[in-house]
C-alpha cells in the first residue's frame, strides 16, 4: 500500500509559478512510476506528466510542455511538479498518482494508488 499526499495549490494570477508536492509513504519510492493528472469541472481527468521510478525518464503533456517540469527526491520520497507562466486554462483539481512499475504510465487506469488532490486556480 502507498499513501500519496498532494500539497501547494492555491490562487495565483496568470504567468504566476506554483510548485505541487506528493508526498509518498508505506514503500521503496524507486519502484514506483508516478504521474500528475488534472481534473477541471465538468471534464475527464487528463494527464500532465510522468516520471519513470528512477527518475531517468519523463513525460509531459502537449499543453504543458515547456511550462511544467516533472522531478522526484528519492531521499524525501517526494514528486514536484514545478509549474511556470500558469495560465487560467491550467485551473483545476491537481492529482498525484502511483503504480509498482519500471517505466512510465500515461494512461490513468494504469495507476493503482491516488492523492486526494490540490486545487489550483489561475485568475485572468
Known amino acids: 500500500q502507498v499513501q500519496l499526499v498532494e500539497s501547494g495549490g492555491g490562487l495565483v494570477q496568470a504567468g504566476d509559478s506554483l510548485r505541487l508536492s506528493c508526498a509518498a509513504s508505506?514503500?521503496?519510492?524507486?519502484?514506483?512510476?508516478m504521474g500528475w493528472f488534472r481534473q477541471a469541472p465538468g471534464k475527464e481527468r487528463e494527464f500532465v506528466a510522468a516520471?519513470?521510478?528512477?527518475?531517468?525518464?519523463?513525460a509531459h503533456a502537449d499543453s504543458v510542455r515547456g511550462r511544467f517540469t516533472i522531478s522526484r527526491d528519492g531521499a524525501k520520497n517526494t514528486m514536484y511538479l514545478q509549474m511556470n507562466n500558469l495560465k487560467p486554462e491550467d485551473t483545476a483539481v491537481y492529482y498525484c498518482?502511483?503504480?509498482?512499475?519500471?517505466?512510465?504510465?500515461?494512461?490513468?487506469?494504469?495507476?493503482?494508488?491516488w492523492g486526494q488532490g490540490t486545487q489550483v486556480t489561475v485568475s485572468s
Open positions: 508505506g514503500r521503496t519510492f524507486s519502484n514506483y512510476a
Open positions: 516520471i519513470a521510478g528512477s527518475g531517468a525518464y519523463t
Open positions: 498518482a502511483a503504480d509498482y512499475y519500471s517505466g512510465i504510465r500515461l494512461e490513468s487506469r494504469s495507476y493503482n494508488y
